[in-house]
Structure formats: structure tokens, C-alpha cells
């Protein structure tokens, strides 16, 4: 099934496109509806700079743009290595099932190692089974650590 789709870098002009999916992501895992120029804001300053995030999109010839994911790095001195962790993975409801979470997972982790990362990780809304049993499918694991935060904004 993955034939049907090429994966790439994003550019600018999937702006739109990216912004669109993070809002419908948020929306569907956490039943938030975000701030479209906040995200507007955040994806443009990393498409822009991509030693902040790097952007993938996956695209069906029939159908253009109908996933995303981007990867963010954060080093570790415990392991002298960069960890990737995986952000705002997206698909459209009409293109899940059909192996493209598998295949946008799959590249990353290439490109991950190929980069000499140390680990892919991700975390996912406590209520969001349907993509913690897709990354549990995918070989992730639940880490030993607590996510905690201390909010600096109204964001």
C-alpha cells in the first residue's frame, strides 16, 4: 500500500496545509481547538528555520497533501547523541488504514539513524488510544518518565 504515496520535506507553500492538520490534530487528540495564528506562527518560524523543527508531508497523486509529521532534536548528555522527537503526526481520516502512519514512521526512523539519533520519541495524549496502539504497533514503548510543565503563556 505504500507505493501510492512519496513522502518529502515540506516547503512554505504547505503552510497552509500543516497548519490545517495541527489544528485537526489537536482538535481530534485533545478536544482543544488551538490558536490558528499561534500554530500560523510556530510552523512558519520553523519551515523557515529548520534547525527548529524539520517538516515531512506525504503526498497521494490523487489527492495531494494527506499527512504530516515533524521532528524536533534535543541532545543528551547521558548519551551524547541526539534524541528525535517526533511531532504533530497527522493523516487524513480518509487515508488512515491504509499504511501511511507506518511509512511516515518508518522514514523517520531512517532518517533518525542516518543522523546517528539515539532514540525517536514521541508523546501522545493520555486519551488518544487510537494513536498510542498505532505507535505501540510501530515498536514504541512507553518511556520510564513523567512529562511535567510549568505554563509561561496562555498558549
Known sequence: MHSEYAV????????????AFT?????????????????ERGV????????LATYWVAEAPDAGVVGSTSVLT??????????????????VPEHR??????????????EARAAGAVDLRLYAHNS???ALEAYRHFGFEVAPYTIMRKRLSSD
Open 8 to 19: 518529502r520535506r515540506a516547503i512554505i507553500s504547505d503552510l497552509e496545509t500543516i497548519v
Open 23 to 39: 489544528v485537526a490534530g489537536a482538535r481530534e487528540a485533545e478536544g482543544v481547538d488551538k490558536e490558528v495564528h499561534a500554530i
Open 44 to 51: 512558519r518560524i520553523a519551515l523557515e528555520d529548520p534547525s
Open 74 to 91: 534535543e541532545w543528551s548528555d547521558f548519551h551524547g547523541g541526539n534524541y528525535w522527537w517526533i511531532q504533530s503526526m497527522f493523516v
Open 97 to 110: 488504514g491504509r499504511g501511511l502512519a507506518r511509512l511516515l514512521l518508518g522514514m523517520l526512523a531512517q
Open 128 to 130: 488518544n488510544r487510537r
